[in-house]
């Protein structure tokens, strides 16, 4: 028998919606978080046959249900050393949400909030516009928030232009939403020439991290960037580190899912390369 000096694990809060096909959201999560050493626990927010992006799907909010997973966390003691959002279901939820933060996380613990609402300028169909004020206020509570250039634009009230934006203007943006609260900030997905742009905020700091563009928008890679960042930032990990080997993860997992013609809609295939 051989055992390597083993850490103390971390508990995360996985609140999330569970598409069961579609490869987003919680069945990206609760592999990718697990597979970094740490023990998930979901609270869904929706289940859904599919993601939003197919032209049906099958949608149950969840938001009767999570006050009654919250009570019995709050009987059993229940407490968590990171708490990840992501897909909300509806208005009400966000407050339920924001008073779940409030409640389970302790000192040291570490909340991301995904803002996740939109993407390519367009809201998911499941979205409403009061919604995204809402999302505001749980953006406040986050240590970590992983919006896409889309949801930036919503939390700063700046108009989405389809023909980019300057350096100065995202470097406003960045730090309006550094005001909100969160001190790690990662704007994902912007688009720069023949490459994809992260801009970060870490503490006041702000980088601008390219990678070359391998293909279309595929689903669920925005939970798959946010997975990792929680996943590694429990691990006290260096957040621009993680944010620039978090992008070539993806790029990888984008090139061999364009090798197997998989579905835009369906994702990447990132199972292949947790290891
Ligand atoms: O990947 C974001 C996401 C998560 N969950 C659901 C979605 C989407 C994006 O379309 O529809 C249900």
Redesign the pocket.
Known sequence: MFFKKVKKQKRVALVN?I?GFGR??MTVALPVISHFGHECCVLPTSI?SN???YPNFFFEDYTKNMQSFIDNWRQLKVDFDGIAT??LGSEDQILIVADFIREFRKKDSIVLVDP?MADHGKM?SSYTNSMCTKMKDLVALADIITPNLTEACILTDTPYSQDGFSYEKLDEMIKKLADMGPNRIVITGIPVHEHIGNLIYDNGKIHLLKVKKAGPFR??T??LFASIVIAEALNQKPFKTTVKKTARFILQCVKASMKQQIPELEGVCFEQFLR
């Open positions: 919606d598409s987003c959201s859904l993601h939003t992006g992501g897909f996740v998911y689903a669920g925005g939970d």
